[in-house]
Nanobody, 114 residues
Framework: QVQLVESGGGLVQPGGSLRLSCAAS????????MGWYRQAPEKQREMVAL???????SYADSVKGRFTISRDNALNTVFLQMNSLKPEDTAVYYC????????WGQGTQVTVSS
């Protein structure tokens, strides 16, 4: 009932920036907690950032000060601005929408390498 499509991933050098987008369709995201998660090879999926319907935000310690999550309910889209990227940020990044039911996008690859 909610379809999420991530975009904006790619290859960047350490210290570079990237902006991810998560476009939702099927239902409006107004009442959902929206989040970005990532999964590196041989690691569990981890929370990167969350934003509630009321605008409350949480970040993983590893990305605080570097990443910014935001949402535009009019566009039905969530963003993740990633600055000062490090090789350890390399992962597939997933968008999630959480309410009475949970939904996930298919992910977008972010590779940080020189």
């Amino acid at each position: 009932q909610v379809q999420l499509v991530e975009s904006g991933g790619g290859l960047v050098q350490p210290g570079g920036s990237l902006r991810l987008s998560c476009a939702a369709s099927g239902r409006l995201i107004n009442l959902y907690i929206m989040g970005w998660y990532r999964q590196a090879p041989e690691k569990q999926r981890e929370m990167v950032a969350l934003v509630t319907s009321g605008g409350g935000i949480s970040y993983a310690d590893s990305v605080k000060g570097r990443f910014t999550i935001s949402r535009d309910n009019a566009l039905n889209t969530v963003f993740l601005q990633m600055n000062s990227l490090k090789p350890e940020d390399t992962a597939v990044y997933y968008c999630g929408a959480f309410h009475t039911r949970n939904y996930w996008g298919q992910g977008t690859q972010v590779t940080v390498s020189s």
